[in-house]
Each structure stands twice: as structure tokens, then as C-alpha cells.
């Protein structure tokens, strides 16, 4: 008789809930993560709750960097061998600082 369980059942985690958890985790209510990167709590409670099926790669950025977790975590669950950026490197989140999460609806590159 084996002793190792029966895994039948492994959640499986959607991109709002990565969401919800990395600001969880972070320990920000969704109204200072809405503040930390420039979007409305609106917007926050939105992507949470899977209202938004795909959220624009510069919020999920944004959100990586606020909440200290790898942006590819935040968009498929997993991270790569090697490194959250398969380099050694720290992910997009790591170490982020107040003050540099504002989404700048301008996305044109500064000369």
C-alpha cells in the first residue's frame, strides 16, 4: 500500500487571481496599489474579479513592481528555471521603490 496521496485535484489559478494575491501578499488594500501605479481602485477591483480578461502589459508591470513578485508570475503562473527572469536576475518586482510605478498614459519613448 502506498503512502503517497492521491493528487486528484490541483487548483488552477487565473491571472486576476495571481492579481488579487500578489497585492494581498504585498500587504496593500487595492486603493494604495491603485495609488502605486496610477490606475483607479475602479480598475484594480476590476482586473481582481476577472472583468478584464487581459490587462495591458504596462499594468501588469506596474503591478509586478509594486507588489515584489515576477511579472511572468503574474501572466502564467509560473516562473523559469534559473531565475524569475531565467538569468539570475531579480524579477521586474523585486526590490521595487515607492514612487517609480506610475503608468504614464503616454507610452512614447523619451528622447
Request: aromatic residues 6%.
Amino acid at each position: 500500500m502506498s503512502m503517497q496521496p492521491d493528487y486528484a485535484f490541483i487548483p488552477q489559478f487565473t491571472i486576476s487571481d495571481r492579481l488579487r494575491k500578489a497585492r494581498e501578499h504585498a500587504r496593500l488594500d487595492q486603493t494604495q496599489l491603485a495609488k502605486r501605479i496610477g490606475i483607479s481602485r475602479t480598475s484594480v477591483s476590476s482586473y481582481e474579479a476577472g472583468r478584464i480578461a487581459k490587462p495591458r502589459q504596462i499594468v501588469l508591470n506596474a503591478w509586478a513592481l509594486a507588489t515584489g513578485v515576477p511579472v511572468q508570475w503574474l501572466e502564467t503562473g509560473t516562473v523559469p528555471e534559473g531565475g524569475p527572469n531565467n538569468d539570475g536576475a531579480p524579477a521586474v518586482g523585486a526590490g521595487a521603490s515607492e514612487g517609480l510605478l506610475r503608468l504614464d498614459s503616454n507610452q512614447q519613448p523619451s528622447d
